[in-house]
């Protein structure tokens, strides 16, 4: 008997590299913004998350400071010892405003807000609706939850329908959850049908609205406000961490669900609070997002401009479709990707390989930043004809 306990471990790392999985991290020293320096190579960066440039906004980082400088940098305790304050209920308070919902609560990270939350809403008789191309955080919460779980295919709301119709008398209680955009495809979830479909079966609906918020609708509230479903019953879930700078999560809804999480989501009662510094940088971010929509105006102007030079340009390329700052371009297997991803870093272009498992298909993903200028996309481009 193979008396080494570990032995698996150094055999499935070989396994993940035979099949071009290995995942290998990039170190970027220098601030977040447009152009960075990725393990000293300067790169036109194309691979984040920072959708309106917030990350290194001066009102962030002197709010953070000044923060530390008034309550030190950790929190301490959970929010119900001794990590609670006054900060925390400002954040949410304007997380509830911008969101048009009665409360919000914050969690340490998008993750965490999505775990959190399915596993205090689900229990062993309840069923979970999920769809196929859900982040990873949502499909941790169903697992977590000890709900049954169905995936239905992406986005496909009459399959959705008929799973409703012939499961969700059989359970007592009943939750949908799906990304508003979804993360490695950049397209949105049908929500006024998926509305319809919860109010039809009685059922719960949660969103994720992590690459919506600052980005999606007239003041970057996300996809409610995006379709126009302001002000309907649904559960939303977000980041702090993408288009608001900052780092942490949270959940938007009705007064006694917030109240509710507060009582029942493990991840916020058994884990510290946000920091001072973090929990200030996100409610600059949400100020900035709410006071300053010409930033919201410059990542679209720049979406639109990318998607028709793509257009005119780059026939040949397989794009996924996308209504977002995130667009794809599909590639057939995942060592074609990474050949691509590693041609773009030597033309000075961070854009990376996305491979199975986090998606069914390989493709490099770009995301588009409000502080991207025309030579960026133009270098993007011109880089990919040569491919294409
Ligand atoms: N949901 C989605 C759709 C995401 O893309 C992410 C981040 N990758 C998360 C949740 C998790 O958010 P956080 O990074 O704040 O944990």
């Not at 008929?162 to 969700?168: C, W």
Request: charged share 20%; with cysteine.
């Amino acid at each position: 008997m193979n008396n080494n306990p570990y032995s698996w471990i150094e055999e499935s790392l070989n396994t993940i590299h035979r099949a071009d999985w290995y995942r290998s991290v990039q170190t970027i020293n220098s601030p977040p913004g447009a152009v960075v320096f990725l393990s000293g190579q300067k790169m036109i960066n194309f691979a984040s998350n920072d959708y309106l440039g917030l990350a290194a906004d001066d009102n962030l980082k002197m709010s953070a400071i000044e923060a530390i400088r008034q309550f030190g940098t950790g929190s301490t305790g959970s929010r119900l010892l001794t990590g609670d304050r006054q900060l925390h209920r400002e954040l949410e308070q304007a997380i509830a405003s911008t969101k048009q919902t009665e409360d919000a609560v914050v969690f340490s990270s998008g993750y965490l807000a999505n775990v959190g939350t399915i596993t205090a809403l689900v229990g062993k008789r309840d069923i979970i609706f999920s769809d196929q191309y859900n982040h990873s955080s949502l499909k941790s919460g169903g697992i977590l939850s000890g709900g049954t779980v169905i995936e239905y295919p992406h986005c496909d709301m009459t399959v959705l329908g008929k799973k409703l119709q012939e499961e969700r008398q059989k359970y007592r209680r009943c939750l949908i959850v799906t990304d508003s955009v979804f993360s490695m495809d950049g397209d949105l979830c049908p929500l006024p049908n998926l509305l319809d479909l919860a109010e039809e079966f009685n059922s719960m609906l949660l969103i994720d609205e992590a690459h919506a918020t600052g980005v999606m609708g007239k003041s970057g509230a996300g996809c409610v406000e995006h379709f126009n479903c302001t002000g309907r019953e649904l559960i939303q879930i977000g980041t702090l961490s993408k288009a608001l700078g900052s780092l942490g999560g949270y959940a938007a809804g009705s007064s006694a669900l917030i109240d509710f999480l507060r009582n029942r989501a493990p991840s916020w009662i058994y884990s510290t609070a946000l920091s001072p510094a973090d929990t200030a940088a996100a409610l600059a971010g949400i100020n900035i997002v709410q006071k300053e929509p010409e930033r919201r105006k410059r990542l679209w102007e720049n979406v639109n401009y990318l998607q028709t030079v793509v257009k005119e340009n780059l026939g040949k390329l397989k794009i996924l479709p996308t209504q977002s700052p995130i667009l794809c371009f599909e590639l057939p297997d995942a060592g074609t990707a990474l050949e691509v991803g590693k041609y773009l870093r030597e033309e000075g272009i961070f854009a990376p390989a996305i491979r199975p498992p986090t998606v069914p298909t390989s493709r490099i993903r770009i995301t588009i930043m409000a502080t991207h200028n025309r030579e960026h996309i133009d270098k993007l481009v011109d880089s990919l004809q040569r491919i294409s």
